[in-house]
Every structure is written in structure tokens, then in C-alpha cells.
């Protein structure tokens, strides 16, 4: 799941229209006439049937002057393009190696996005770039300062008192975050926690893949690094000689954008237990505040306005959109983007179809994504935020491996 400084996602590892008739009556025909025409414009249209509807035209003329429009608008079928390779998660060492698909984590579209209704989920007065969201396969949690909320469509919020602070994430199984001096995990069903390891301060975020936890800590002279836990152990998978913009988790790896000095930056990744960090080559610019890991790594790269994918191995890597903004970013069987104008879903080998249409002022703050619904938070005024979802067509069949 994708993972941002102010915003960590958690753990994670998505319809089109449909063609139809109708019929509109535009004047005041008999009934006969209005069963009878309607009949036949659903049926495709009356110019075939003329020679057989002369009594039936001359009803119009006695009866009035009925008309009937036949509206037959069909949008396209979505193109068929086969779904990609998948990129198995990567190991310990050597680092992994990525396959040679190249197109976008996604089928077509299914069927019946534009008629998905945004469901509202829930609203609180706090601000909302202080409320990341953590998805599973079941539901979503926002997760505020002082309480997660589990959001399950279609269900009643569900609220548990904890004290998360800034910078909490999901497992597989819990919600972990720092309180009192210590690593904590709490039950995503009932709230309960436990203490997973002694850790004396906070660190900036958490990031995690299944089970396996990572953090990013910075100390008091500004050094950042990565660390792990394994078991109760800590251990110090990296440490950066410069600043650290954003992590991910992939299996037992760590990612992160760096910044080792000056205006360049790189992707680098690293084993958890600890081991030699690989890296891309060095680029100018500003660098990507997110990174999000599923199957692959995707991230948003301001400076061409481009959606990017990267293999585990960091050997290999594509454009999978240009000259659009898309912040934040999601990645499940989809990829999803959000920006001014609404939520989008990226399309292989085309332009991003759009899923919501925003309103003026409901900056999203956080995305996140599973296999039935995608999730936003929206700021909804000074210390407001509202939670919404959409609900997607069925997910695609798994890509071969």
C-alpha cells in the first residue's frame, strides 16, 4: 500500500456504461398508439417495419400529434486488452527481478462505473491532512489522532479509542503505531492492544507488506533511517546520509526516496533484516512524495506530470500515464488517481477514465484502494473531513505468473 510522510496507506498487497434504449413520449397519443409505437422503437426503430404500420400511422393522424423519440445512445465496449504479468514480491537477497510485462495492473473496466453511486461513509471535525487511510480486504480505517474508524460499505461506522498519534499503518492483522514508549498493535475487530517492542520515540511513519513492519525514524541530528521489527527485535535496516522523502513495503523489502545531497534523487531499496540497499540512478527535481508498493512500485513524478512503475529490482521501468496529475495515488488489481477535478482510473494504452467528478473545494487528502470499492478523504473546511467510497465493478481474474 502506498505510503506518504503525512499520509501512510497501511497494508495492500477495481464499469464502464452500458448501452440501452429508452423511450420518451413527447406528445399525447392514444395508449394503443403509445404501447404500440414504443414497442417497435425498442425493438430497433420503425423504418423496417413501415409497410406493416400504415393503419398505425393512421391512428396518429386521427388520435393527434403523438410523437415518440427512440434514444439509443451505446457506449463502446471496453478494449480487451490481455492483463499483465505479474511481478513476484521480492526476496531477501538477491534482490528480485521483475518480469517482462509492461502493461498497466488491470483488466478492462468493468461494467456500470458511471452509474456507481459515492457513498458517503463518514464526516468529523478534524482536519483531514492529519487522517491517512488503511485498506484491506474487508474494509477501510481511517485513522485519526486519537481513534481508527472502520468503514465497511454498506455498515455503520465503527469507532475504537486509541491513541495513534501521527504516522500509524495496518498490518495484515492489527493496526500498529507508537504510544508510551512502545510499538503497539491493536485488533482492527474489537480495538484491544498489545505491545509489540520497546521504542523510545515516536517515529515519523510506519509502513508495512502482510505481516512485515518497517518505520522510518529521523533522530535528533537529522538522520534519518529504516528500521524493522522481527519478532521483538529491532533492527536498522538503513541509514540515510541524507533525507527521506517517502517508504513503501514490498514483502520483506523496504523502498524509500532519497535524497543523498544537493537537488538530485533516486529510488533505493533495501532488505528488512539489513543487508546493501540497490539503487536507480540519480534524477533532478523535485522529488515524489509517495510511493506505492503492489506487486510492483508506482509513484507520482511531478516534474513531467507522468504516473511511473518500477520493478522490485529497480532495473526496469515505464511511463504509465503523461501530462496528467495524479496526487494522491492508489494501486490495487487498478491504478487510481486523484486531483482537482475527481477520481480516475488509468486505462492501458489510453487516457484516465474518470470514476467521480469533485466539487469545487473537496480537496482529496488520501486514497486508497481494494478490489471492490475505492476510498477517499476529502477536506471538507477548516478541521472537517468526509469519507466517501465507490463501489467497483468485480475484480479482474489474477494476471498469470
Given at each position: ?15 464502464s ?52 423519440a ?8 471496453p ?77 455503520a ?5 486509541l ?14 503505531f ?9 485488533s482492527?475487530l ?11 520515540a ?70 528488512a ?10 534524477r ?18 511531478g516534474?513531467g506530470r ?48 474518470p ?47
Amino acid at each position: 500500500m502506498a505510503n506518504h510522510l503525512a499520509d501512510n496507506r497501511g497494508i495492500h498487497p477495481q464499469q464502464s456504461h452500458v448501452g440501452g434504449f429508452s423511450v420518451t413520449a413527447l406528445g399525447p397519443p392514444s395508449v394503443f398508439f403509445a404501447a404500440s409505437f414504443a414497442a417497435m422503437c425498442a425493438h430497433g426503430g420503425i423504418s423496417h417495419r413501415l409497410r406493416n404500420a400504415r393503419a398505425l400511422l393512421f391512428s396518429i393522424i386521427v388520435t393527434g400529434p403523438g410523437l415518440c423519440a427512440c434514444d439509443a445512445a451505446r457506449t463502446p465496449e471496453p478494449s480487451r486488452s490481455p492483463p499483465p504479468s505479474a511481478v513476484a514480491p521480492p526476496v531477501a537477497s538477491p534482490p528480485p527481478t521483475a518480469d517482462s510485462g509492461r502493461s498497466p495492473p488491470s483488466s478492462p473496466p468493468a461494467a456500470n462505473a458511471g452509474r456507481a453511486e459515492t457513498l458517503s461513509l463518514l464526516s468529523l471535525p478534524t482536519s483531514a491532512y492529519q487522517a491517512p487511510l488503511a485498506v484491506d480486504d474487508d474494509a477501510a480505517y481511517l485513522l485519526t489522532n486519537h481513534a481508527a474508524h472502520r468503514l465497511v460499505p454498506g455498515r455503520a461506522p465503527k469507532a475504537f479509542e486509541l491513541d495513534l498519534g501521527f504516522g500509524s499503518t495496518a498490518t495484515r492483522h492489527g493496526l500498529v503505531f507508537w504510544s508510551e514508549g512502545a510499538v503497539r498493535e491493536a485488533s482492527k475487530l474489537s480495538g484491544e492492544s498489545r505491545r509489540l517492542a520497546a521504542l523510545a520515540a515516536r517515529p515519523q511513519l510506519f509502513v508495512s507488506s502482510g505481516d512485515d513492519l518497517a518505520w522510518l525514524e529521523r533522530s535528533d541530528d537529522k538522520l534519518f533511517s529504516l528500521r524493522s521489527l522481527t519478532g521483538s527485535r529491532v533492527t536498522t535496516a538503513y541509514t540515510s546520509t541524507g533525507t527521506i522523502d517517502a517508504v513503501a513495503m514490498l514483502s520483506d523489502w523496504i523502498f524509500f526516496v532519497e535524497r543523498p545531497a544537493g537537488a538530485e534523487w533516486r529510488i533505493g531499496g533495501v532488505p528488512a533484516k539489513g543487508g546493501t540497499p540497490v539503487f536507480t540512478s540519480a534524477r533532478r527535481g523535485r522529488a515524489p512524495a509517495m510511493l506505492v508498493a503492489h506487486h510492483e512500485l508506482y509513484y507520482y513524478d511531478g516534474n513531467g506530470r507522468e504516473v511511473r512503475r518500477l520493478s522490485p529490482d529497480l532495473r526496469d521501468e515505464e511511463t504509465l500515464v503523461s501530462d496528467f496529475v495524479c496526487s494522491p495515488l492508489a494501486v490495487a488489481e487498478r491504478v487510481y488517481c486523484a486531483n482537482v477535478e475527481g477520481i480516475f482510473e488509468l486505462v492501458p494504452h489510453g487516457r484516465p477514465r474518470p470514476l467521480v467528478e469533485l466539487t469545487r473545494g473537496g480537496t482529496v487528502t488520501d486514497l486508497a484502494a481494494n478490489a471492490t470499492h475505492v476510498f477517499w478523504v476529502s477536506d471538507a473546511g477548516a478541521d472537517k473531513l468526509s469519507v466517501h467510497a465507490l463501489a467497483l465493478g468485480p475484480a479482474p481474474s489474477a494476471p498469470p505468473r
